[in-house]
């Protein structure tokens, strides 16, 4: 199924039981006042739902901590869309259990939305916590697995946005706050009494940055010998600039044009003649990253693109000085290794979106179109024309890679002494 598809799921299928399951759980509400209230459970099993974007699952890496200390003796389950479960691999210290639901077609997104349910019902989770903003889906999941505390992001009185009432802690979105507070939002009301309207009545701080990946020498010389196979010299191991000139197709807008990172990638290995540059990607991205490859033609140019896996890639990360991303999964993986990191924003803020590293530069045209795809639209933008993007020239990134590579230089230098 392609994103269109889904997204008109979403809508046409997801309002009607949304509001079937709302009306469901407020007469069952209305029996069970008539009972006496069971025991509360010790909460020690949490179910967390992101579908889509495995990015976003870095940025809530701070909140899954918090879960750990609300909640002694977590079990983990992850409810994702089936290949963004990869994303657990680079999280080796958490024990996490993935249920992945596919969308080659219609009739595998029932099927394994059903067993899911089916499965999650058996494992009586205490607690679920949707890290999506106003997905019908995953407050529909949620709801029918059966789970008695129900976290996630509510809509209250924004227009367009609904779905349902099914959550028992019903969060407020807030807008202007980064994503990693919005998670902690979501871990901290798990643990609050629901007479607090809206939650959270607390202040929360943007966490600084997420704990790094631990990485072994074995992984570190397996990816450096992947390098080695594309030429690169193993013996003095040259400075390495990352680029990752792509963007998922759910989000095409997000993407600098491609021609720009060639005029880019020139003028860094002119001015540095000892970088060598390597572009990465995923799988099926691969042949765009081959053309543009082709078309540097250049002996300090190598494509990793669709040759790692998500953890080695963020091991490559960790064997770089700079990454120049798209708004993408791999600016926010990044933020795992030691590279700096200079992301490009366009229909995205990095308001919201920037990676977690104190070593992350963001750059955005900030026109006033720009966020266009937000939480209040589904990210859906009418945009055919990423002019906030263009808007960022190859002088700007430049610029911004030059201040990146010294700083990194220094780091080392401060490193070694």
Same mark, same amino acid.
């Given at each position: 199924?392609?994103?269109?598809?889904?997204?008109?799921?979403?809508?046409?299928?997801?309002?009607?039981?949304?509001?079937?399951?709302?009306?469901?759980?407020?007469?069952?509400?209305?029996?069970?006042?008539?009972?006496?209230?069971?025991?509360?459970?010790?909460?020690?099993?949490?179910?967390?739902?992101?579908?889509?974007?495995?990015?976003?699952?870095?940025?809530?890496?701070?909140?899954?901590?918090?879960?750990?200390?609300?909640?002694?003796?977590?079990?983990?389950?992850?409810?994702?869309?089936?290949?963004?479960?990869?994303?657990?691999?680079?999280?080796?210290?958490?024990?996490?259990?993935?249920?992945?639901?596919?969308?080659?077609?219609?009739?595998?997104?029932?099927?394994?939305?059903?067993?899911?349910?089916?499965?999650?019902?058996?494992?009586?989770?205490?607690?679920?916590?949707?890290?999506?903003?106003?997905?019908?889906?995953?407050?529909?999941?949620?709801?029918?697995?059966?789970?008695?505390?129900? !976290?996630?992001?509510?809509?209250?009185?924004?227009?367009?946005?609904?779905?349902?009432?099914?959550?028992?802690?019903?969060?407020?979105?807030?807008?202007?706050?980064?994503?990693?507070?919005?998670?902690?939002?979501?871990?901290?009301?798990?643990?609050?009494?629901?007479?607090?309207?809206?939650?959270?009545?607390?202040?929360?701080?943007?966490?600084?940055?997420?704990?790094?990946?631990?990485?072994?020498?074995?992984?570190?010389?397996?990816?450096?010998?992947?390098? !080695?196979?594309?030429?690169?010299?193993?013996?003095?191991?040259?400075?390495?600039?990352?680029?990752?000139? @792509?963007?998922?197709?759910?989000?095409?807008?997000?993407?600098?044009?491609?021609?720009?990172?060639?005029?880019?990638?020139?003028?860094?290995?002119?001015?540095?003649?000892?970088?060598?540059?390597?572009?990465?990607?995923?799988?099926?991205?691969?042949?765009?990253?081959?053309?543009?490859?082709?078309?540097?033609?250049?002996?300090?140019?190598? !494509?990793?693109?669709?040759?790692?896996?998500?953890?080695?890639?963020?091991?490559?990360?960790?064997?770089?000085?700079?990454?120049?991303?798209?708004?993408?999964?791999?600016?926010?993986?990044?933020?795992?290794?030691?590279?700096?990191?200079?992301?490009?924003?366009?229909?995205?803020?990095?308001?919201?979106?920037?990676?977690?590293?104190?070593?992350?530069?963001?750059?955005?045209?900030?026109?006033?179109?720009?966020?266009?795809?937000?939480?209040? @639209?589904?990210?859906?933008?009418?945009?055919?024309? @990423?002019?906030?993007?263009?808007?960022?020239?190859?002088?700007?990134?430049?610029?911004?890679?030059?201040?990146?590579?010294?700083?990194?230089?220094?780091?080392?230098?401060?490193?070694?002494?």
């Amino acid at each position: 199924m392609n994103v269109s598809s889904m997204r008109r799921m979403e809508r046409w299928l997801g309002i009607p039981l949304c509001l079937a399951l709302t009306l469901y759980r407020r007469l069952a509400d209305m029996v069970r006042r008539l009972r006496p209230a069971p025991p509360p459970r010790a909460s020690s099993s949490v179910l967390l739902v992101k579908l889509a974007e495995m990015g976003s699952t870095v940025l809530a890496q701070p909140a899954i901590r918090r879960l750990q200390q609300l909640y002694p003796g977590l079990r983990l389950h992850y409810v994702c869309l089936h290949g963004n479960e990869k994303v657990l691999e680079l999280f080796p210290h958490l024990d996490i259990q993935a249920h992945t639901i596919r969308t080659s077609s219609k009739w595998h997104l029932i099927s394994d939305s059903v067993r899911v349910v089916r499965k999650l019902r058996r494992e009586r989770v205490d607690v679920a916590i949707s890290l999506e903003v106003f997905s019908r889906a995953a407050a529909a999941l949620i709801y029918l697995c059966r789970v008695p505390i129900r !976290v996630g992001f509510h809509r209250f009185h924004s227009e367009g946005c609904n779905c349902g009432d099914l959550y028992t802690h019903r969060v407020q979105f807030n807008p202007y706050l980064h994503m990693s507070a919005g998670f902690l939002m979501l871990a901290e009301a798990s643990h609050r009494p629901t007479t607090e309207v809206p939650l959270l009545k607390q202040k929360i701080d943007v966490p600084r940055g997420v704990e790094p990946m631990p990485v072994e020498e074995a992984d570190r010389l397996a990816v450096l010998d992947k390098l !080695v196979a594309q030429g690169y010299p193993k013996e003095n191991q040259p400075p390495i600039l990352i680029l990752n000139a @792509n963007s998922s197709d759910l989000f095409p807008l997000r993407r600098w044009p491609r021609e720009r990172y060639e005029e880019l990638a020139r003028r860094c290995l002119d001015v540095h003649q000892d970088l060598w540059i390597v572009l990465t990607g995923a799988p099926d991205e691969a042949q765009g990253i081959e053309q543009l490859a082709r078309r540097l033609d250049h002996p300090r140019v190598i !494509v990793m693109a669709g040759r790692t896996t998500l953890r080695e890639l963020v091991v490559l990360f960790g064997l770089a000085k700079v990454l120049i991303s798209n708004d993408s999964g791999p600016a926010q993986f990044a933020a795992l290794a030691s590279v700096h990191i200079i992301s490009l924003f366009g229909p995205e803020t990095p308001l919201l979106y920037a990676p977690l590293s104190e070593r992350n530069r963001s750059l955005t045209a900030g026109l006033s179109c720009s966020p266009c795809i937000n939480a209040f @639209n589904q990210r859906h933008s009418p945009c055919n024309d @990423n002019r906030c993007l263009q808007a960022l020239t190859v002088e700007d990134v430049f610029a911004a890679f030059e201040r990146a590579y010294a700083e990194a230089g220094s780091a080392r230098s401060s490193a070694e002494t």
